[in-house]
């Protein structure tokens, strides 16, 4: 049987279907840009189309599949749009869904994974929730622009602190989870990296790593949202979401450490500094 990845050209999809290639699963890569899926995974893996608010795409995408990981696209702001695919799931008789969740929900009813949690537990589907913390992929990814290009890590995070993960760590933690899926009915995790760090210390870090003078002045959340949304031009709504983000980081939401990463695993997760090193180049000055 096959294990459908949605969101695989994203972040953590990427690496939930290349984990499960090597662990010999019929891994189907889907999304809704099947040539960029082609072209990222080769001849390799079996990608189809679908569009998680549109439910004619979900039967053929769900063909001889016993297991789903879901992925909740950012801009799907509402939980209700997850509502008829996980409808179909419990028509389809799916054995294990893994949801990328998010650190926290289960006591924040604010973000919309907490409802989605919800609604896969009332459906009746085996399911086993990852929570990850913030993403390395944050940082190499939004805001790798004012690191390069102003030496600065511009986040409203005041001082507080983050257990980083790197996204091929969840990869990789999912990917165990549909493998032995027996195992992890009706469970949750949350997966964090090895230690929280505060900005000072990933400026001091990416100081390090790129030989350059990197450093975190601990921007406003007004300064931060004026800079997104008028100088980068970024979506006003989805600016707003990361505002909200970084207040429930200074409140501490973002901090915990856990074991869960290297009990799925028997692995340690990586290191901001590892991570850092690995993806130097989005880091460095354009020439
Ligand atoms: N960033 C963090 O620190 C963090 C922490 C915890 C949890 N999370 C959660 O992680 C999730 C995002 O994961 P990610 O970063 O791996 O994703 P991502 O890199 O933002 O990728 C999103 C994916 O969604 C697909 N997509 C877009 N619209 C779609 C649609 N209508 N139907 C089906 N697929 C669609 C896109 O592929 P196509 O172009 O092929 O459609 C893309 O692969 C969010 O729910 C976020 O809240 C993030």
Known sequence: MKVLVTGAAGNVGRYVTEELLKMNEHAVAAGTNVEKLQSMFGGEVETVYIDLTDPSTFQKALEGVDRVFLMRPPHLGKPEDLFPFIDEMKNSGIRLVSFLSLMGVEKNTIPPHHKIEKYIESAGIPHAHIR???????????????????DQVFVPAGKSRTSFIDAEDIGLAAAV??????????????????????????????????????????????????????????????VNVTVALYFMTRL???????????????RKARTFEDFARKHIGCFNKVQ
Do not use: C
Not at 132 to 150: V, Y
Not at 252 to 266: M, P, W
């Open 177 to 238: 989870i549909l493998h032995n899926h027996k195992n992890y009915q009706y469970t949750a995790h949350t997966i964090t990296g090895p230690e929280a760090l505060t900005y000072y210390e990933i400026a001091a870090i990416l100081t390090r790593v790129t030989g350059r003078n990197i450093t975190y002045k601990k921007p406003g959340f007004l300064t931060y949202r004026h800079y997104y949304i008028n100088v980068r031009g970024l979506d006003k709504a989805y």
């Open 132 to 150: 990850p913390g913030f993403f390395m992929q944050n940082l190499s990814g939004i805001h790798a622009a004012e690191i390069r290009d102003l």
């Open 252 to 266: 501490g939401t973002a901090k915990a450490v856990t074991a869960d990463f290297t009990e799925l695993t028997g």
